[in-house]
Nanobody
Framework: VQVVESGGDLVQTGGSLRPACVASGLTLAYYGAGWVRQVPGKGREGLACISQRDGITTTSADAVKGRFTISRDDVKNTLLLQMNSLKPEDTAVYYC??????????????WGQGTRVTVSS
């Protein structure tokens, strides 16, 4: 199983990015999946997740509500994170994870290597 993120970049404040996460050896629609970010020296922060049972999405981080949207492309077996109105405090490494149950991040078995997002002020 492989989970590979891409789409991180350097962007100015107010800009948008859409990181993507392609899974191989794992059908994302059969598992819960989500996005988590980590700032160096700090713990991981769960951002958003999608349930495998009914595809319901949840944005768990107050700091990104109304700006970040998670979605899943079942044809491409890809998890996406649309990030709008980016702020310098969004600068972090963004990870995709799956292989677990609904939005229980602690149950996710498979994690990507991360994609770096830098927001300049």
């Amino acid at each position: 199983v492989q989970v590979v993120e891409s789409g991180g970049d350097l962007v100015q404040t107010g800009g948008s990015l859409r990181p993507a996460c392609v899974a191989s050896g794992l059908t994302l629609a059969y598992y819960g999946a989500g996005w988590v970010r980590q700032v160096p020296g700090k713990g991981r922060e769960g951002l958003a997740c999608i349930s495998q049972r009914d595809g319901i999405t949840t944005t768990s981080a107050d700091a990104v509500k109304g700006r970040f949207t998670i979605s899943r492309d079942d044809v491409k077996n890809t998890l996406l994170l649309q990030m709008n109105s980016l702020k310098p405090e969004d600068t972090a490494v963004y990870y995709c994870a799956s292989g677990g149950y609904d939005c229980d991040v602690s149950s996710y078995e498979y994690w990507g290597q991360g994609t770096r997002v830098t927001v300049s002020s």
